[in-house]
């Protein structure tokens, strides 16, 4: 018995290579992947824009001040005010609550249900499957316009149902993916093992196919990010998201910046720069972790 | 072959049933009357619930919905989608009258992208982590973080400021008067086509790094071929099929959902009709649009699984 221990122990991993610390993984990964770093630099600034907003910003998102209205950028604000004379870099960085809750919540929330069908789907095969792969079909065929317009139509334009709109294009892409992986791991031979060995369904699923799909669960939350959040800028920009007053970046640039713009093109500017970094970011690092976690995927 | 093609037909059947049942279901549920529109908008309350009744009848809304949705259906499988509820014109007409902006739009921007994408993306995966390959991939990206409406907006910005110009009123096509027909396409051309060109371009570029990273790919230069031929010839060719499927897709996508851009150029394309179609509650002609839009999505995805078999030889569909 003690030798076993000893052995593993003694694994060749832990000699060849030592351990690095959090600084050096970041070091590493910079220098293998400036592009991805640049990316999460961006994800990292835009976090603290939405966590600090308050702190970083005297002025309120939402108070009208009509003593200042159109000012131009200045000492005062930054990126000048618009036509309530509410402060425009105020307001992108609150926005970035509503652009990261948006992201985050509508591509978990898409690829969780996809995901989940994906499994199932993949799993159960035969008829189950068949069904599950027709109502996906529907679903990717359907225009997400049409959906968010019922959605705001039914619920009322809202950040909260934004998402919902949002989400429900991304469930068949999601289940697309994660039914392939499914597939393929259940035709490993430890799934066979496994189930010869009598464990029950839900533990094959939960114990051996969940752990197995969660890179490409991983990698697709990630790739869909930055896509949410541009969907919610323009579903917001077409007035079927966030209703006034929120500051929500797609609907900051829609009505009275195209039609101030020539007076005031501020206005129209630096929201469209947020939502423009902001995905960028996304992107940018949501390529380059596709790259780490799956190599048949490399550069794409 | 013949099979695989019979059973992919079969199974665009159920799809695009689900596609009608579910915008049928949908546009019943949405709150909102149209023959109260129709009728007098806000002043609903105060009309003769005889005269809704008889407009009901008039426009076969009292019927049962699952006759509705059957009439409809079988009025579908003959080519026959209805008449607005608002116009009293077929939907057919209506939608004729904006679809060659729509394709115009989707056709010039596929050619964009097509110019743009393949040399650039080439280009990027010959000089994989170059300066080139750099420039290529954050200006993709970017591409595709860039909101179209905003790049819109700015276009319209610079063009007021600078030119005096105003958005045109009335679609001009181009065998009518090509000039007029330029001036107006060409900002939402530019606009759609940057975006579309990005997506190209990144699928470009990671199709022929992996092709070049093929062994046939190692035998021609071995052969002493010149960079042209062995680039262009023998890797191009080979790494065309997911691109060809990519522009298939996006094509598909882009006569009927160009919303945002239509709006921010006020332009009358099949975009803006189904949205104001929603928001007139037009049932027929929003069943029809979204029924015409998911048919052509399916139709493409089928004709691009079938290139690739004519393609790629080796591609054999059970």
Redesign the interface.
Known sequence: MATNVELSRSTPIADVAPRLSVLEEIVGFVRKKP?GAAGGLIIVVMLAAAIFAGALTPYDPYQADYGVQFARPNADHWFGTDEFGRDVLTRILYGARIALFVGFTASMTGCTLGGLLGVTSAYAGGKVDLLME??M??L????????A??VA??LGPAVENVVIAVAIPIIPRAARVVRATALSVKENVYVEAVSALGASRRRVVLQHILPNVVAPYIIMVTAQL?GAI?AE??LS??GLGAAEPTPSW?LM?SGS??AY??KA?WI??FP?IA??????GF??FG?SLRDALDPKL??? | MRTYITKRLL?IV???F??AA??FV??R????DVTLLILGGDQAGRIDPAQIAAMKHQLGLDQPLLVQFGTWLWGVLRFDFGTSLWTGQPVIEELLIRLPLSLELALLASMVSVVIAIPLGMLAAVR?DSWVD?VV??VS??G????S??IG??C??LL??YFGWGPPLEFTPPWVDPWANFQQMVWPVVTVGYRYAAVTT??T??TV??VLREDYIRTAWAKGLRERVVVVRHALKNAMLPVITLIGTEFAFLI??L??TE??FTLNGV?RF??DA?AHRDYPV?QAL?FL??FS??IVNLLVDLTYAWFDPRIRYR
């Not at chain 1, 990717?140 to 959906?147: S, V």
């Open positions: 592009l027709r109502l079909d529907v990717l065929a359907f225009p997400q316009l049409i959906l317009l019922a139509s039914i930055g541009l800028a323009a920009y077409l797609g640039l910046a195209s713009a020539e093109p129209a500017l469209g939502i423009s970094l902001a995905v960028f992107n940018l390529d490399r550069g794409r | 199974l159920p799809t695009l689900g596609v579910l915008v949908i546009m549920v949405i709150p909102g994989q750099y991939r954050v990206i970017g595709l973080a860039i909101p409406f905003w907006i700015l319209i910005l007021v400021i990144r699928m570029r990671s790094l992996e009927g959902g919303v945002v709006t921010v975009g189904v949205v929603v929003v979204v839009i998911a999505f399916v």
